[in-house]
């Protein structure tokens, strides 16, 4: 008898932390959902994914986000995150070396390009 009310009480603390007015699972809020939902349709999943698999691939998400944060205060400047330091981080694999450096040369590419627009249109 004792261990059915210990399960009873097990599943109630279950209860209580699954979804919310938002269908988020546990308190924190949920940032990246409609993005990683798009692009889970975009490398060919079904346009309308299981919240689950968001759920868990936000979590993936953000703690890649999390851990490389840290480990880039945790080098240079001390406390603070500069460009240079997540390139070092990555700078083994070289998929996303290759992907930051081109993300990098295309923001630099688009600053020349607005510079050049705004003087073009409001003068020097």
């Keep these: 008898m004792a261990e059915e009310e210990d399960e009873a009480v097990f599943d109630d603390d279950l209860d209580d932390g699954a979804g919310g007015a938002d269908g988020s699972h546990g308190k924190r809020k949920r940032l990246f959902s409609k993005e990683l939902r798009c692009m889970m349709y975009g490398f060919g999943d079904d346009q309308n994914p299981y919240t689950e698999s968001v759920d868990i691939l936000e979590d993936l998400v953000i703690e890649f986000v999390t851990e490389m944060t840290h480990k880039a ?12 330091d997540i390139v070092f981080l990555i700078r083994k694999d070289p998929r996303k070396f290759a992907r930051v450096k081109d993300l990098l040369t295309m923001n630099e590419e688009l600053k020349r390009a607005r510079k050049a627009f705004d003087e073009a249109n409001y003068g020097s």
């Design 73 to 84: 205060m945790s080098i240079g400047r001390q406390g603070r995150v500069q460009v240079e």
